[in-house]
């Protein structure tokens, strides 16, 4: 579920984060309105008109307890999302493993640019667990690929904890946020992914998700199963 191709161009130790838990003080944070844009710089500002604010949507209840979409923050999230990266099963894909510095270079490449990609991580039940990108696909280098449409918006998932891969947590949270574009993305008719062929359990994850495979694409970095999940198909799926 990784970029590769990916909308920027910045090239980002193996722990286990099951067990992590934020404090209580940030848990209170995100459950803020909004509460992190405001500290970003302009350009993430700008995604509140480019892609109306992921980390503004709000909490979700799932089957899995509650979820929300955080911004991220490089100050703050660079060194978990960096072991993320640097797990072996991760690494093979995403391409941003390495130093810290790398993985932060490239949330920060996106949060100092135009606002047509956010990062976010991915919080249930008050743990940080996936991080996540949420980019307009159309203002993408992907729109050069595919026949493209006005708001297509594409995700990008990492799910960081070993103990939630494999059980269908990638599914359940793929579905949620697409439901969270469609409900705060009135002109998005549908959303996009582009995860490596290779990598089948992202792209069997997406089919249960209720995303349709569109089509092969040949990306610079890997050939691409194109995912697509229509607004129109949303209740039958």
Same mark, same amino acid.
């Not at 439901?179 to 792209?203: I, K, Q, Y």
């Given at each position: 579920?990784?970029?590769?191709?990916?909308?920027?161009?910045?090239?980002?130790?193996?722990?286990?984060?099951?067990?992590?838990?934020?404090?209580?003080?940030?848990?209170?944070?995100?459950?803020?309105?909004?509460?992190?844009?405001?500290?970003?710089?302009?350009?993430?500002?700008?995604?509140?008109?480019?892609?109306?604010?992921? @980390?503004?949507? #709000?909490? /979700?209840?799932?089957?899995?307890?509650?979820?929300?979409?955080?911004?991220?923050? !490089?100050?703050?999230?660079?060194?978990?999302?960096?072991?993320?990266?640097?797990?072996?099963? /991760?690494?093979?894909?995403?391409?941003?493993?390495?130093?810290?510095?790398?993985?932060?270079?490239?949330?920060?490449?996106?949060?100092?640019?135009?606002?047509?990609?956010?990062?976010?991580?991915?919080?249930? #039940?008050?743990?940080?667990?996936?991080?996540?990108?949420?980019?307009?696909?159309?203002?993408?280098?992907?729109?050069?690929?595919?026949?493209?449409?006005?708001?297509?918006? #594409?995700?990008?998932?990492?799910? #960081?904890?070993?103990?939630?891969?494999?059980?269908?947590?990638?599914?359940?949270?793929?579905?949620?946020?697409?439901?969270? /574009?469609?409900?705060?993305?009135?002109?998005?008719?549908? !959303?996009?992914?582009?995860?490596?062929?290779?990598?089948?359990?992202?792209?069997?994850?997406?089919? @249960?998700?209720?995303?349709?495979?569109?089509?092969? /694409?040949?990306?610079?970095?890997?050939?691409?199963?194109?995912?697509?999940?229509?607004?129109?198909?949303?209740?039958?799926?």
């Amino acid at each position: 579920m990784p970029p590769n191709e990916a909308h920027t161009d910045s090239r980002g130790a193996i722990e286990d984060t099951v067990d992590l838990r934020l404090p209580d003080e940030l848990i209170a944070l995100f459950s803020a309105a909004d509460p992190v844009e405001a500290t970003q710089p302009s350009g993430a500002a700008q995604g509140r008109g480019l892609l109306d604010s992921p @980390s503004g949507w #709000g909490p /979700v209840t799932t089957r899995l307890g509650v979820f929300q979409l955080v911004q991220v923050r !490089v100050e703050r999230d660079a060194a978990l999302i960096s072991r993320w990266m640097n797990d072996p099963a /991760v690494a093979a894909f995403w391409e941003l493993s390495g130093p810290e510095a790398v993985t932060a270079a490239h949330l920060r490449a996106q949060l100092d640019g135009d606002g047509r990609s956010v990062p976010c991580l991915g919080v249930l #039940g008050g743990f940080p667990m996936s991080y996540w990108e949420v980019y307009r696909a159309d203002l993408d280098p992907l729109a050069r690929h595919y026949p493209s449409r006005p708001h297509d918006t #594409g995700v990008h998932l990492l799910v #960081g904890g070993v103990a939630d891969r494999g059980r269908g947590v990638g599914t359940t949270l793929l579905r949620t946020v697409c439901d969270l /574009v469609l409900d705060n993305r009135p002109r998005c008719g549908r !959303v996009l992914a582009e995860p490596d062929l290779r990598n089948t359990p992202s792209v069997s994850a997406f089919l @249960s998700a209720g995303f349709r495979f569109s089509a092969e /694409v040949d990306l610079p970095d890997k050939r691409a199963a194109l995912m697509v999940r229509d607004r129109a198909l949303r209740d039958l799926l």
